[in-house]
């Protein structure tokens, strides 16, 4: 059993209120930063934990917060990205819903790092009843002297608040939540100047996950030496992963990295194995937007070394034989699902998202989803799974933010794994359409 | 003859103008446009569950900017609904996760018991059906979201039973009295 950095509390009774989390040590790495730390020491502690940003990206948070612009007499924020929307990721509700102080508290100590004296947490508009639950508990941390003036007598006083999107996978993007934050479309913004040095309101930002950010009290409270003892070398800490698809027990799981892909999915403390009794077909391991692996290159790498749930082993063999962590949002597939019609939806799901900004994603998600829907309905032509690896590679790379690579990959590795179902498709339209149909080919491994 | 009376315009209830006060707080105060999304939301619950374009200039009157700031925005963001809508938005996730556990078949469903079509509403005015992307819940697919609520699991004919009994026995939920004991079963402390 892995240790729980975060989740070790969630389902105790009332923790949700500042009273039981305060009991079960909550706040002690505002109490220990403000009275004992100056706000570059605590800036070190993340630098030496190892953390990676748990939105997706995996970049070192404590590099991120080095990065920031600290001019004089200039405001700086910190937001928090709780535009949680990458399709098969839902850890951020969850901890946000339970246990919303944890995220406050990292909020605190991680603004008093960085010096903000304003924060904002930007939530996704449909959990309108999330925001209720963190304003709720922002007014009991005001209320207890963790938020507004001279927090703990230490002088340094700040200010946090919850700001709801409106329904845009966008806004997950961190330049475009900013412009979202000031009451614009969700547009993406060129970069540079990265946000560090013009983001909110053209102030110095950082953007950081929901979970990035609950992981700095434990940093703060143990040590970044200490948290990165846990998990394997670039890849430290734990990490919660959003299960979903075709498993026994979906849910959200708080595992420590390097956790075996296969005892994850396979184990009973963890998914339980594949639903029905059926058999794993595919695994889209990080979010929709990452590259599908078949069944055989998602437990094992190409070299045959067992894949583990860390960045840097999910990653092994690129892109053609191997995916990514991601946003861990794990979506397990069993041997009925059709990788056509999935990779469809995806493509529709990029299309419908895409800001409109650039044309090669404007116009290429729309164009892929076109072509996935016509080969998914028997009316493809062979030279159509060809245009689409074609009309994939030339969207990526040539757009403002990474929307248009996350709509590319998922379409580039369904096709590399899976061309024989794709060719079956135009060959036997009529079998591949017929209500039920599952292909029963192999995949293609490298 | 009686006269003919211009259409009134539509002015924030004093609950929504305090609450719309609150939110202004929480921005610099010359970055007040910042508030633009939260206020929409409260507009769009104040006024039957659209906005319409009178209700888009209350709300660019509100924050001094002008009306086509609020126009490319609402244009912008899917939650928004820019026509009228039944007495119940049903908002079915239709993204790869909910696909896999049976959105297709729950849409169907939904489509053949209200006797709405997808972007319609039901004779009776009762239920708007709207497919929408992911909402971030996928371990408990499939999702429907009603206003603040997410109705989760819906893969048997009891869970849709269930759910839209209880949106039928609701005349009108105002978005500024949300109830804790409508969090849906994953979310509550076991």
Known sequence: ?446 | MEPTTAPTKPTFSPAAQAEIKRLLTHYPADKSKSALLPILHIAQAEFGGWVSPEVQDLVAETLNIKPIEVYEVSSFYTMYNLKPVGKHVLEICRTGPCMLRGSDELTANLERITGAKVGGTSPDGNFTLKEVECLAACGFAPIVQVREKYYEQLDTPEAVDAMLNELRGQIHRPILSWEENDLPNSLKNN
């Open chain 1, 1 to 446: 059993m892995g240790r729980k950095l975060l989740t070790e509390h969630i389902n105790v009774e009332g923790i949700n209120t500042f009273e039981v989390y305060r009991k079960h040590g909550g706040y002690r790495s505002v109490e220990k930063a403000l009275k004992t730390m100056t706000p570059d020491e605590v800036t070190e502690e993340v630098k030496k934990s190892g953390l990676r940003g748990r939105g997706g990206a995996g970049f070192p948070a404590g590099m991120k917060w080095g990065f920031l612009a600290k001019p004089e007499g200039v405001p700086r924020y910190l937001v928090c990205n709780a535009d949680e929307s990458e399709p098969g990721t839902f850890k951020d509700r969850q901890l946000m819903t339970k246990l919303p102080h944890l995220l406050i508290e990292g909020m605190i100590t991680g603004s008093y790092a960085l010096g903000a004296r304003t924060s904002y947490i930007y939530i996704r508009g449909e959990l309108l009843y999330v925001l209720r639950i963190l304003e709720k508990a922002i007014a009991e941390a005001y209320a207890a002297g963790f938020l507004g003036e001279n927090i703990l007598g230490s002088g340094y006083s700040l200010d946090l608040h919850v700001h709801p999107g409106a329904g845009a996978y966008i806004c997950g993007e961190e330049t475009a939540l900013l412009e979202s934050l000031e009451g614009k479309r969700g547009n993406p913004r060129n970069k540079p100047p990265f946000p560090a040095v013009q983001g909110l309101y053209a102030r110095p930002t950082v953007v950081n996950n929901v979970e990035t950010i609950a992981a700095v009290p434990v940093i703060v409270n143990e040590g970044g030496d200490e948290y990165a003892k846990i998990g394997i070398g670039k890849s430290t800490g734990t990490k919660l992963i959003s299960a979903c698809g075709h498993l026994n027990k979906p849910g959200i799981y708080e595992i420590e990295l390097g956790l075996p892909v296969e005892e994850f999915i396979y184990s009973d403390e963890y998914c339980g194995g594949i639903w029905k009794g059926r058999e794993l077909k595919a695994v889209v391991a990080g979010g929709s937007s990452v590259p599908i692996l078949p069944k055989e290159l998602i437990l094992k790498t190409a070299a045959g070394e067992n894949r583990l749930m860390t960045y840097e082993s999910l990653s092994d063999g690129g892109f053609v034989t191997g995916t990514m962590l991601g946003s861990g949002g794990f979506i397990a597939m069993d041997e009925t699902t059709c990788i056509v019609k999935n990779t469809w939806n995806f493509s529709r799901f990029y299309h419908h998202e895409s800001c409109g900004q650039c044309s090669p994603c404007r116009e290429g998600t729309g164009w892929m989803e076109k072509v996935l829907h016509r080969l998914e309905h028997g009316h493809g032509a062979m030279h159509d799974i060809d245009l689409l690896v074609s009309v994939a590679k030339q969207i990526e790379g040539n757009t403002i933010c990474p929307l248009g690579e996350a709509a590319a990959w998922p379409v580039a590795a369904a096709v590399r794994h899976f061309r024989d179902e794709f060719e079956w498709h135009v060959k036997h339209p009529k079998e591949a359409t017929a209500p039920g149909a599952v292909y029963r080919g192999a995949a293609v491994l490298a």
